[in-house]
Structures are given as C-alpha cells and as structure tokens.
C-alpha cells in the first residue's frame, strides 16, 4: 500500500531532476570560469579552498533544510539551532571539561532534540512550519545568549578542536590540494543524507508526505511521527553546522545565527528544490551551496561593492528559480 | 530546453567579464579594508576617510564589513577573498582576534603587512593599530568634567563594559586623571551597564539615589551616555553629564543642555591612518606600531563647527 502511493513521486523526480542537476552544475561552471577570465587571483588553490571552507557551514545547513522542504515544510530556526549546538558544545567542552568527542554528541543531540520540538510543533499541534520555527529560532536566539551570558565560549582547552574543520587530511596526504576537513564532513553528510533520501523508508516518506501528505495519511501512515523524525533528523545536521562553525571559528558565537536560514534556504531553492514540497536533490542543493558561495567570493576578488555584491545575489536566485519554472512549464 | 538558460548564464558571465577590468585599475597598489561593519555611520565615516587616503596617496582601496558585529565567521570568508587579490597592504579591524589568527598568519607568511584599525587585533601580525587613544581621550573627558563642576566634588562612572579594551581604557583614563590632576575630585561608583540605554537609566538612577550630592557623571559610550541622560531627566536631577561618541539622541541632549559635551572619535582619521600606513608598510617604509587617531571634545559651542560636525554622526 504505502510502496503504491509513493512510487509515481520517485519516477516524476527522476526525470526532472537529474536535468535540473545538470543545469544547475551548468550555471556553477560558467559562473567559474566567468570568474576566472575576469581575475587571475580567482582560480588559485588558496581560493578555491577558502570557497570550500566557506561552503562548509551553508552546505550543511542546506542538506539539513533540504529534507524539511521535500516534506513541503520550512525550518527558519536553523541558523540559530545551529548557533545554540554550538553553545552547548561550549558548555560540554569548555565549561565542563569533558573529552571532544562528548562535545560534538552534545551539540548533535541537541540538534536532535530541537528539530524533534519543532517537528512536534509543525505534526503534532498542527502550527504551520514557517510560524512553528520562526518561533523556535527566537527561543533558540534568546536561549543561545541566556546560557553564555552574551559572551562567546571559546576552545582553546580543547585540544584538537579547531582541527574539525580548519584541519585537512587530504593535506597531510596531498599538499598540493590541502582541501579543509570542514568540506570533506559537508561531503559526508550530503553523501549520508543522499542515501537516506533514495534508499531508506524516511526518505521515502521524505518525498511522498511533500506530494501528498493526505494520500499518506489515509493509507495507514503515521505522519506525524514520520514528520517528527525528519525534523530530528534535520536538526541533528544542523548539530553538525554547529562543530564546524564553532571549529571554524574556534569560539561559539551566541549572537551569531540569525539570517543563516535564508542563505540555507536560498542554496536549496537555486538547487532546484522545490518549496512546493515533494521534489529536490540533495546534490542540488550541494550545488546551490557552492554557486552561492563561488558568486559571494568571486564578486569580491572582482572589488564589486558590497551593496551591490548583495544586489547580484539576489538576482541570481530569481534568475535561478524563474529558469527552473521555465523548464518545468514546458516539461508539463 | 537548455537554450533560455545557457543564454542567462552566458549573459552573467559576459557582464562579469566586462565589470572585472573596471574594478582594478593596472598597476596601482592595491589596499582592502576588513571592518568590523558596513552600515553604520561610524563605519561610513571610517570608509569615507579611507577613499580620501586612496585618493591623495594614488592607491585603489576598498572597503568591507559584515552585516553586524556577530558574523565571526563572514568576516573570515571576506578577509580570504582579499587575500586571495595578492593586495600591497590589508587593513583590518578584528570582530574575534583568535578567529582570524591562522588567516594573518597566511599573510605575514606571504609578506602581506596588515594594519589593524579600529579596536585591533590580539597578535603580533599586525606592523601597525590605528585606532582611538581612549585612556587620552577618557583623560580629557574627565579635565572637562573636573572644570564644569569647580574641580571638586563628587562625581560617577556608568561604563560600557569591564573587560572589554575600549571599556577598560576609557574607565581607567577617566579615573586615572582625576586622581592625578583632580584629587578634590572623588569618584564615589563605577557600574557597568553593558552600553544598553535601559540598563544605563537604572544604574544612573541608583547613583543619584544613594549620592544626592554627586555633581556629575561620565557615560563612556553611545548607550552609555544616553542612559545616564534618561536616568537624569527621570530622577529630576540637574547635574554634570560627560559623554562619549555621537549618535543623534546624544547630540541633541547636547544641544537642550542636559549633556554639558562629549568625546568624539575620528572615525574620518582612522580610515585615513589606516591607509596612510598600509602604503607605507607596503613600501617597505618603516610605520609607528600605534597610531593615535585622534578625539575630540565637542559641546554647544562647537557641534556645528564644520571640523566637529565631520566625523559626528546621527
């Protein structure tokens, strides 16, 4: 039964899919080499790395929120969950003096936790996603200061922190391409999610509950719990952004966080998924990720103002969206 | 299928293309400024300093901050960027030291000088700071409030932050003043209020309780100021008050006489010193490691002085 409502979604996507990959991962290329032509200090190791370290943190988050809107939800609280993770890997860390592993648990749990709240708001209360997070990015900004103090935490007792994500391994390996172990953790994480999509029961549900949550409900399915669990899932990636810009950083930042949803979101949507719900590729999204950061760090080797850097990305993401509309509309 | 779309990115492309010459002119030094904000007017003035010094020195100088003093992490991300532009000089105004040390030491090793302005930055890296001389600034609030109020009495502190650098040198420049060159001159509380307006009122109004007698009080910064201004207005009291920085509720208690004057920055000559150093570090010219950038008292009697009127803000 549920095999039957879900299979026609997978086949729609396909199809569309793999062709909005192929332009999005079109619009990347040109995007780099119109920047490499337009500067030379453009194409060089040490900026094609400080764009990747710089995708790292956005890129997590996308994923994360990617599975939120294939259910046809929204999650504004992101950026300020992923803040708060890193707060309580702070506290775990600094504040209590535990081992490093024990910290990154922390702030995933708590990413858990907080996702598995908002799922509960969004599927259980029945409070519409986009008022149910907004409310718990406030509590969660709020939360992230009460605890700290407004003071940052930083990490210097612990050892080896910062290694997570300014490190690299590929560098010990090859020095040539010391690619930082912030983007090797973002790849991991696509890659995990990627396959949660495709091939388990959650991600199944992922995509028939953003097509017809109603068709799901009617044929046995527990939505709510199924919502919740994406939710948890989605929060305990934003855990992850949270080590990652702690490490980054080497400090968790309390007041840091707000209008990093946005940026999350704006990757997924340029990735061609759709806030309609039912649709969307995690490799999109990993794509998306990485035009807006080659746009935000090429139009500053290029001295574009900042007015008008913030200008051109807007721009870009209606070009992107309204393209991607363009294409569906002849598809159907 | 393809076409609409392939024409809209070639299209981008091509205008980026054709921007990117406009950008950096051939052979002139090239100096980026990392602020620590864009938006406001402090930092506009700042900005503005920094384009004169391009001008009369002949370099290309750009400016860029995040959106608030939160974005550690954005701040990062723009200073790699700049790098990336193999720049003469990189001035830089830290929002966390630590955040960027690997990233100045990306640069010292490439030979980059970075100038640091504003606040600062906690390392070695930097040849040069460029920034306000707040114990001396604090010194000569503390001159003027001893001269208003008769050289004796009692008198306050309501400041902004205690371990902050500007917090700690404003307060200690104030008090340290007044025990040298003032000693009939008593400082009876120093509180914090965090430079939040609300915060400041209540503490403000604390003080005038338990010291009827007090003669005056120094706010050591915009929130600071105001606070005091508020908590003395609601209390009825009629006493000294001494600020710091502009913004337009401070300027106007100034104007109404409830604010006897202020200490200004000069947010116009740190952008200016900035650069001004940045050149000659890149020239291998030999630049003082602190760079005072100079304050300024203002009052009723000159707020609209064309000099002072330059580097305050609404």
Same mark, same amino acid.
């Given at each position: ?117 908002? /799922? ?64 090797? $953790? ?52 934003? /855990? ?93 | ?90 001035? +830089? ?109 209540? $503490? ?11 003669? /005056?009080? +120094? ?96």
């Amino acid at each position: 039964m549920t095999t039957t409502t879900a299979k026609p979604v997978p086949a729609a996507r396909k199809g569309g899919g793999a062709q909005q990959k192929l332009l999005a991962f079109a619009s990347l290329i040109v995007l780099v080499i119109g920047f490499s032509l337009a500067s030379p200090n453009f194409f060089q190791v040490a900026n094609i790395m400080a764009i990747l370290q710089a995708t790292s943190v956005n890129g997590v988050l996308a994923v994360g929120v990617t599975l939120i809107i294939i259910t046809g939800g929204i999650d504004l609280s992101i950026g300020t969950l992923m803040t708060f993770c890193s707060v309580m890997a702070g506290v775990v860390l600094t504040w209590w003096g535990m081992p490093l592993v024990l910290g990154v648990a922390a702030a995933i749990a708590t990413g858990a936790l907080c996702g598995l709240i908002s /799922g509960t708001f969004v599927a259980r209360m029945k409070i519409p996603p986009f008022i149910a997070t907004l409310g718990m990015m406030l509590m969660l900004k709020g939360l992230s200061l009460i605890v700290t103090g407004t003071k940052p935490i930083y990490f210097n007792s612990t050892p080896g922190f910062t290694t997570i994500a300014q490190g690299s391994l590929i560098g010990a390996v090859i020095p040539e391409f010391p690619v930082p172990n912030g983007v090797l $953790i973002l790849f991991l994480v696509a890659g995990a999610a990627a396959w949660v999509l495709s091939r388990t029961v959650l991600g199944r549900y992922t995509f028939a509950l953003g097509s017809n949550e109603e068709a799901v409900r009617l044929s046995g399915v527990n939505t709510a719990a199924w919502k919740m669990a994406i939710y948890a899932l989605s929060g305990a990636i934003c /855990g992850i952004a949270g080590v990652l810009i702690a490490s980054r950083i080497n400090s968790a930042q309390p007041a840091l966080g707000l209008g990093y949803e946005l940026e999350a979101i704006a990757a997924v949507v340029i990735g061609g998924t759709s806030l309609a719900g039912g649709r969307g590729t995690i490799l999109g999204t990993l794509i998306g990720a990485l035009i807006m950061s080659v746009l935000t760090n090429g139009l500053r080797v290029l001295s574009v103002a900042p007015e008008w850097q913030t200008v051109v990305t807007g721009a870009i993401i209606i070009v992107a969206v309204y393209a991607d509309q363009l294409r569906r509309g002849r598809a159907a | 299928m393809f076409t609409r779309r392939t024409l809209l990115g070639a299209a981008a492309a091509l205008s980026l293309a054709a921007a990117a010459p406009m950008a950096q002119a051939e052979g002139k030094m090239y100096i980026p400024l990392i602020s620590k904000g864009f938006q406001h007017q402090f930092w506009q003035a700042v900005k503005a300093g920094a384009d004169k010094a391009g001008k009369d020195l002949g370099v290309d100088v750009s400016f860029e901050g995040p959106d608030n003093e939160s974005q550690v992490d954005k701040q990062i991300d723009m200073l790699a960027a700049a790098l990336a532009k193999k720049p003469a000089a990189i001035g +830089f105004a830290a929002l966390d030291s630590q955040a960027a040390i690997p990233l100045l030491q990306q640069a010292k090793d490439a030979g980059i000088p970075v100038i640091a302005f504003d606040s600062g930055v906690d390392s070695d890296i930097p040849v040069a700071t460029a920034a306000t001389d707040n114990v001396a600034a604090a010194a000569l609030a503390a001159d003027k409030m001893a001269e208003l109020i008769g050289d004796e009495g009692k008198v306050a502190i309501v400041a902004h932050d205690q371990t902050s650098r500007t917090g700690v040198d404003r307060r200690d420049g104030f008090a340290n003043r007044m025990k040298e060159a003032h000693p009939k001159i008593q400082i009876v509380a120093i509180e914090y209020g965090g430079g939040d307006q609300l915060k400041s009122t209540e $503490i403000t109004k604390a003080i005038l309780t338990a010291n009827p007698d007090i003669k /005056g009080i +120094f706010g050591t910064n915009e929130g600071s100021a105001i606070g005091v201004v508020n908590g003395v207005k609601e209390a009825g009291s009629h006493i000294v008050i001494v600020g710091y920085d502009s913004g337009k509720a401070q300027k106007d208690a100034i104007r109404d006489g409830t604010m006897a004057g202020a200490i200004t920055q000069n947010p116009v000559g740190i952008g200016y010193e900035t650069v001004k150093a940045a050149v000659a570090a890149a020239k291998g010219e030999p630049v003082e490691k602190k760079i005072d950038t100079g304050f300024y008292w203002y009052d009723k009697t000159n707020i609209d002085d064309p000099k002072i009127a330059a580097v305050l803000y609404d």
